[in-house]
């Protein structure tokens, strides 16, 4: 069974750079069958998918964030880790990390997601 | 930039009751669509993908149809537990999975 957790500091000051990291367990980041992602949740507010990345290691970020975000993998610890610059409040949500997977349609759904952490931007 | 709308955007229903919650993409995304449902506190949890394929483990009284720019997602009889948030998503567009406002359904 996959498992995913995030972690990362609960409060980031205005302006500064956001870094969480999603652990990956009960299987392998480097599965050709998974594409790992960033989706993230304003409180009492909708889904927003921040980024991700392939297994070949190919990034992918939503362009309204693009040049804020930053996405990576070690694979020697079986995580993804993701950054976001210049903080705001508006950028106060609930983050999660999901793997996509490629094994059960084209639409490569998330079929695994973490428990979700949050962070508030706040001085 | 492809955008999803979703209608209705709440409604209030009662155990038994069939009700459908309809996604609609700006653009042709096929049958790039998955259903997501979330319950306040937890993490969405996938109900159907390509459109209309059930995920393992959901129940059948879940259903999916459509394709191009127009989707549904039925609930043939809303049991207590289906009372949550429904969130369409497109994977049509890489980079941007764009995922539909949601859908709340309350008890009536």
């Known amino acids: 069974q996959l498992q995913l957790q995030e972690s990362g500091p609960g409060l980031v000051k205005p302006s500064e750079t956001l870094s969480l990291t999603c652990a990956v367990s009960?299987?392998?980041?480097?599965?050709?069958?998974?594409?790992w992602g960033w989706i993230r949740q304003p409180p009492g507010k909708g889904l927003e998918w921040i980024g991700g990345?392939?297994?070949?290691?190919?990034?992918y970020s939503n362009p309204s964030l693009k040049s804020r975000v930053s996405i990576s993998v070690d694979t020697s610890q079986n995580q993804f880790s993701l950054k976001l610059s210049s903080l705001t409040a508006a950028d106060t949500a609930v983050y999660y990390c999901?793997?996509?997977?490629?094994?059960?349609?084209?639409?490569?759904?998330?079929?695994?997601w973490g428990q979700g952490a949050l962070v508030t931007v706040s001085s | 930039d492809i955008q999803m709308t979703q209608s209705p955007s709440s409604l209030s229903a009662s155990v038994g009751d069939r009700i459908t919650i309809t996604c609609r993409a700006s653009q042709n995304i096929i049958s790039y669509l998955n259903w997501y449902q979330q319950k306040p506190g937890k993490a969405p949890k996938l109900l159907i993908y390509?459109?209309?394929s059930l995920q393992s483990g959901v129940p059948s009284r879940f259903s999916g149809s459509g394709s191009g720019t127009e989707f549904t997602l039925t609930i043939s009889s809303l049991q207590p537990e289906d009372f949550a948030t429904y969130y369409c998503q497109q994977t049509y567009s890489t980079p941007q999975f764009t995922f539909g406002p949601g859908t709340k359904v309350d008890i009536k």
């Open positions: 990345l392939s297994y070949s290691g190919t990034t």
């Open positions: 390509v459109a209309s």
């Open positions: 999901g793997r996509h997977t490629t094994t059960i349609g084209w639409s490569v759904p998330i079929d695994y």
């Open positions: 009960g299987g392998s980041i480097n599965s050709t069958s998974s594409y």
